[in-house]
């Protein structure tokens, strides 16, 4: 009776201490997986930071912009000079074609 006991307390204790060992190898994994993400979606941060960053400065940038319409400035003034000239040869075509005759 007294071997059967102690045959029950090491079954026990050894399964007692089977079930320590899986579970804070589980544990273990578990928190190398949970550093590994950690790491993962800081560097991704990080990177999004980086994206941020570049898009504020390019988006900041008003030089480029006033180049731009500047440009387009000097376009619209060349583009009005022709429309009046466009303008000035219409009104004397019509005015031409007044006087010539039709067949």
Do not use: Q
Request: aromatic letters at 8%; charged letters at 30%; zero cysteines.
């Amino acid at each position: 009776m007294i071997y059967g006991a102690l045959i029950l307390g090491f079954l026990a204790v050894f399964g007692a201490s089977a079930l320590v060992v899986v579970r804070g190898l589980r544990a273990w994994r578990d928190l190398k997986r949970w550093r590994r993400g950690i790491a993962r979606e800081l560097n991704r941060l990080a990177d999004l930071g980086e994206v941020t960053a570049d898009t504020l400065g390019a988006a900041t940038d008003n030089a480029k912009l006033e180049a731009s319409l500047s440009r387009l400035r000097v376009d619209l003034a060349r583009f009005a000079i022709l429309h009046r000239a466009i303008d000035e040869v219409d009104e004397l075509f019509e005015r031409v074609a007044w006087v010539l005759p039709r067949r």
